[in-house]
């Protein structure tokens, strides 16, 4: 099996950026197209485990579009192969302080594009935040 591929990386690496131009800007329909459309397709969020594309789809319609604002560090995408992808990010929030989040994706190449087919969201204290 290849890894890392530049193609490949290429190619998830633009995906992975049009989720997160989307995510912050809240365009649900960019996010609901990045999604694999199949009930077997999951999102771990941080209060919320969301089973199948129709639940991933209501929370994102139902979610707030206020204070989704980040900025994202030590970013790693690795492919295998052809069509499968990881993708990896630390977040930061204006609105969380002392915290990081977390978020992985596992992104799979159908015949209609790059699709994230699950991914885990969490949030923990921040070890690298000093305390006053």
């Not at 209060?47 to 970013?75: C, H, K, Q």
Request: glycine share 8%.
């Amino acid at each position: 099996m290849e890894i890392d591929l530049p193609d490949v990386l290429a190619e998830v690496t633009a995906q992975f950026a049009r989720y997160e131009k989307a995510l912050v800007s809240n365009d649900v329909a960019v996010l609901d197209e990045l999604f694999r459309n199949d009930p077997r397709t999951l999102r771990y969020g941080i209060a919320e485990n969301l089973y199948g594309y129709e639940a991933i789809m209501g929370f994102r319609a139902a979610r707030s579009p206020v204070g989704l604002g980040r900025r994202t560090d030590r970013t790693v995408i690795t492919s295998y192969g052809r069509d499968t992808a990881v993708a990896s990010t630390l977040f930061y929030r204006d609105s969380l302080p002392g915290k990081v989040g977390r978020q992985m994706q596992t992104w799979v190449r159908f015949p209609d594009g790059w699709k994230v087919v699950a991914a885990h969201v969490s949030v923990i204290p921040d070890p690298g935040a000093t305390t006053a």
